[in-house]
């Protein structure tokens, strides 16, 4: 079972920072998932929030600042005064560091208001392909008229579904969307969702996984991946 670092290794660096992302790989683990905003001047970051307010030193919307500007804020000091001179990364910088992994990047498009939905998009995936890691890359969103977009610019690309809660119809709205697989928030309730959609050959993976019981409930149902705060201790459940 694939064994992914959300936002790289959340429980112990400050997420989606290029430390977090280090450390996570460290690990025995397939995947690096991270989140992608745009900046004033239509830089694809890596960052979760549509502000900065809780993970840096700055305040306001990340699409009121230019790249330049966000170099200037203190993206660690917020989980650990030791992580002080942590930047937001540019989704340039992940990529050209993770192209020479053998790790596949789960990049979240995050929902961009008051912009070209396509450029957001083909912003994106240029980069991707300016560093040869389309067919090594799963897009996925909770705003899934973007996959759609994904799709029609890059058709080979793999695409996921991200929801929160699981649904009956599994093989219909993956197709309706253009997914390829379903990413969702693990639960009691979900996980019996899990089988009937591997049956439906659906690539599943499941986000949320806190505990060896999660883990091993997601791997009795034969899921296709876990994304992870922890890949320590994921990793060393895996065997």
Not at 195 to 216: G, S
């Amino acid at each position: 079972m694939e064994i992914i670092g959300h936002r790289g290794f959340k429980r112990k660096y400050p997420e989606n920072t290029m430390s977090s992302f280090k450390a996570a790989s460290a690990y025995p683990i397939q995947g690096i998932e991270c989140d992608v905003h745009w900046t004033k001047d239509h830089v694809p970051v890596i960052i979760h929030d549509a502000d900065v307010d809780r993970t840096t030193s700055g305040s306001g919307p990340v699409a009121s600042y230019t790249w330049k500007e966000l170099q200037k804020l203190d993206a660690g000091s917020y989980f650990d005064p030791r992580y002080a001179s942590e930047k937001i990364p540019s989704l340039e910088e992940l990529c050209e560091w993770i192209s020479k992994k053998d790790l596949t990047l789960h990049m979240e498009l995050k929902e961009q208001a008051g912009v070209s939905e396509e450029a957001f998009i083909e912003s994106c995936l240029a980069v991707l392909k300016r560093h040869g890691i389309i067919m090594n890359t799963v897009v996925s969103t909770f705003y899934h008229r973007y996959i759609r977009e994904a799709k029609k610019q890059q058709p080979l690309l793999e695409t996921a579904l991200l929801t929160k809660t699981p649904f009956r119809r599994g093989r219909n709205y993956v197709n309706k969307v253009a997914a390829d697989g379903i990413h969702i928030r693990h639960s009691v309730q979900a996980s019996m969702y899990y089988r009937p959609w591997r049956k439906q050959d659906i690539t599943v993976r499941a986000y949320n996984i806190r505990t060896p019981f999660d883990f091993n409930r997601c791997r009795k149902a034969g899921i296709t991946g876990v994304i992870t705060d922890d890949p320590e201790q994921m990793t060393t459940l895996n065997i």
